[in-house]
């Protein structure tokens, strides 16, 4: 679903690739890239956004709310999606909310989120960020080459194009900068190309700014927050994507704002996305939002206590026993189970040895024993909220491999493990492991 693992020649794994997922995940961050190395379970999941992404491509809109506890996977699974994004041919963007980046604002806040988003718009070529530049080349050199086929003149070409987003909110400013990209590229005036390419990327201040630089009136600024990202899913669309998908996550921060007005005027931002997302007023674009369980159900500060998100996002009735749906607006990330931790952990074993089974630093009893370790330690919490788990695993690794001479049977014993402090308190079992508890591990 990811497309073709990145390999060396002799189908091992990449160091680079290696070295980004080790060094991530032992720091206790989401890889950005080799997401795929250590993907396990969440196949429902994954295909219902799978779902999601053909609307998008096919000029709909879609929104999701993943909601997991701290450490379950939110972010991962996020970032699984962009990457599966990416190989449908679709352009993404991706920031976190903090005190300084929300959806609505008066001080600047909004146009720092968007500031943020195309700094790390991605492409399937350039899938670490700022790739903005080349989306608008993209399209300029494709009007170029139409021009030059049909005997017009580029800038009509271009202008002819960019009708359509006229009759958009700050659709006329958004074509005139793309119009003074193009006498910038046609002209060799880089500074022309690259304030049109800061405009683009929200960047200006003030109106003053812009206007002296290129001639436009407008900003991106907080009120047009939203219908600026609009613009740029048809103009992606234009350059010859399939869509953009914007990634936030994080939001757990707007339930943090203490004002009751200011955080009441992110969720009216939000209802309007979620809105537009099931009325068809937006094409080509997704939205998913990443944020805990407290920030979706809380009836005092969260999602749940604005009314009109309250309904929207409400889940499906008949969806208990175990029934789960995936259809609606909010996908609950399911616990992984202790299977799931093994294969995780089998291939978190293969990417340290960067895919050379006979590098493998333990065996599959050393796993066994490790997830026994683990549930003495923390109990259920485990494979629940596995960041610890993973960051004690991947340290046990590095030792190892630091000292060859150690036994990992005199190891694992003294690996230090603790719930993970932004999880919620779980029982703790404390004693040795005996046999039959071991056992229970095996598949």
Known sequence: MTGPTPLAADGRIRQRERDAVVQSLRAGVVPRVGQQHI????????????????????????????????????TFFLHLIRSIALEKRMVTVHADLSPDRRLHGGSGQARSLYA???????????????????????????????????????????RSRLDSLAEMTGGYDFAEVIGRYWQGYDGGNEQLRADATRWLRGEFATRADARAALGVRAIVDDATFYDHLKLMSQFVRMAGYDGLLVCLDEMVNISKVTNAQAR?????????????SLQGGAAHLGLLFGGTPDFLLDTRRGLYSYPAL????????????????????????????????????????????????SAYLVPDDALTAYMGHCAARIGDAYF???????????????LLDQNPDLDWRTVIGTVRLAPDPDSPATGTVSGPVDDDELASFRL
Do not use: W
């Open 116 to 158: 943020e988003l195309m700094h790390n718009l991605s492409t399937r070529a350039r899938p670490d960020g700022r790739a903005l530049a080349s989306v608008v080349e993209r399209f300029v050199t494709q009007a170029l080459t139409k021009a030059r086929a049909t005997g017009k003149d580029p800038q009509a070409v271009i």
């Open 384 to 398: 629940r909220t596995p960041r610890e788990t993973i960051k004690g695993f991947l340290d046990l690794l590095a």
């Open 39 to 74: 993907q396990v379970g969440r196949v429902a999941e994954v295909r219902a956004t799978l779902v999601d992404l053909a609307r998008i491509a096919d000029g709909g809109a879609s929104s999701r709310f993943v909601i997991g506890e701290y450490g379950s996977g939110k």
């Open 264 to 276: 009441n005027a992110n969720y009216e931002q939000l209802l309007r996305m979620v809105n537009d």
């Open 310 to 357: 309250a309904s929207r996002l409400a889940e499906n009735r008949f969806a208990a026993d175990g029934l789960v749906d995936h259809s609606g607006p909010v996908m609950r990330l399911g616990n992984l189970s202790p299977e799931d931790l093994y294969v995780l952990l089998t291939k978190l074993r293969h990417v340290y040895a960067a895919g050379d089974p």
